[in-house]
């Protein structure tokens, strides 16, 4: 059985936070997790084009090397910067490995904030030797902390579950609030087990689990230029897992896609400037990929975001977003919409039975359904979204501020 768990240290697995100056004054904002020797590590890593110079020296250094520390900063995604950004976040790099004895390509390099700014190498280097002498199992909730920068909240989750008798842990954090649709997995994620798994079966783990979780929500549409999502297994607890079609396998894949999980609706409800937590689920499509690119229309529109924000049905928002998503031939008149279970659009309007009423209830919640049919298959997909406020625009009109 997989479980909640209170707890979130994890064997093999170490953390600590401080404050290094790097844009904020005053609060933690450099972050470093240590994996015991022998662990294994996986990552999904952002598809935007002008990735940041972390997301480069992480994808080099995770193939060549084996992983033992992750360098997490936040306030500057060391992003936009070229060549000279490359070298600074190397740099940093080569200051941790040279502290803590080991390979160059053993560290993980992470940034996350303001795109387009130097990143402060020099005080990076100063915070390392706190960084290392303040390593803990306990580190989860204050380096969950330190990873925030438009977040209001720390995200942190955790599962327990027995595999042969002995008890394995997944816990994981993330940050994310504004700037969100992954394309791979989210702005910024970790998770660790003290499982024992090979690399490639880990891969395929985390990939697995960041389909329907950190791959399936949307804030704003806008793809990062740092979203990374990785998985470590320390292997601490002796429980070896070497087949994911067999039961513990299947067990243990299912508590890191609760985490996942988790940890994505706990972004979406944390959206910048968020009051609701909405769901858009597409059935009856022609395909997977047709159900999301109509859940993703809904999901994206201005016009639909906003009236969430006022608990207005204007269903005829909703409708005109599924009637612009890239489909062919789409029969209105097979179409079905509901609000939770109100059906709101059926043979091509209006459904006969709505009520106002009955509409204004479901959109005055906190979190609902927007579900569709489209009465032209048997695919389905979903999509975790969320309102525009005017809280959105304030933060990110004021984020340089």
């Known amino acids: 059985m997989v479980e909640k768990a209170e707890e979130f240290s994890v064997g093999g697995i170490r953390l600590s936070a401080c404050a290094a100056g790097i844009r904020y004054r005053g609060r933690d904002d450099l972050v470093l997790m240590e994996i015991a020797e022998g662990g294994t590590c996986a990552g999904v890593f952002t598809t935007n084009a002008f990735c940041a110079a972390p997301v480069i020296v992480a994808r080099e250094h995770l193939v060549s090397g084996s992983p033992r520390y992750l360098l997490i900063n936040s306030g500057n995604a060391n992003a936009g910067t ?43 280097a100063s915070a390392v030797p706190e960084l290392i002498a303040g390593l803990s199992v306990d580190g989860w909730e204050r380096a969950s902390r330190a990873i925030m920068t438009t977040d209001t ?9 027995d595999l042969g008798g002995r008890t394995v842990r997944v816990t994981g954090m993330a940050k994310g609030s504004g700037m969100i649709r992954p394309d791979m997995a989210t702005m910024l994620a970790y998770l660790a087990t003290d499982a024992q798994v090979p690399k490639a079966l880990l891969q395929a783990c985390l990939e697995q689990a960041v389909a329907p979780s950190f791959n399936a929500i ?183 501020s």
């Open 153 to 161: 909240v720390p995200k942190l989750a955790s599962r327990r579950l």
């Open 82 to 124: 070229g060549e000279p950004g490359l070298r600074a976040c190397r740099e940093s790099c080569r200051f941790l490995a040279a502290a803590a004895g080991c390979a160059l390509n053993q560290v993980l390099p992470f940034s996350t904030g303001v795109i387009g700014q130097d990143l402060p190498v020099e005080r990076i």
């Open 218 to 400: 949307t804030v704003d549409g806008d793809t990062s230029t740092n979203d990374a999502c990785i998985l470590v297994a320390s292997g601490q607890s002796g429980v070896g897992i070497a087949d994911l079609e067999s039961g513990e396998g299947r067990r243990f894949a299912a508590a890191v896609a609760d985490v996942c999980m988790e940890l994505a609706r706990a972004i979406i409800r944390d959206g910048e400037g968020a009051t609701k937590l909405v769901e858009v689920a597409v059935r009856e499509a022609t395909s997977v990929e047709e159900a999301r690119a109509v859940a993703y229309t809904v999901a994206h529109s201005p016009l639909v975001k906003t009236a969430l924000f006022a608990s207005d049905p204007n269903w005829g928002r909703i409708l005109a977003a599924v009637g612009r998503a890239p489909l062919a031939n789409l029969d209105v008149n097979g179409v079905r919409i509901w609000l939770d279970d109100v059906c709101i659009v059926s043979k091509g309007g209006r459904d006969p039975a709505y009520e106002e009423a009955a509409g204004q209830g479901v959109m005055g919640r906190p979190e609902f359904q927007i579900r569709i049919a489209l009465g032209r298959g048997a695919a389905a997909a979903k999509v975790l979204t969320c309102d525009f406020s005017f809280d959105y625009v304030k933060i990110n009109a004021e984020y340089r």
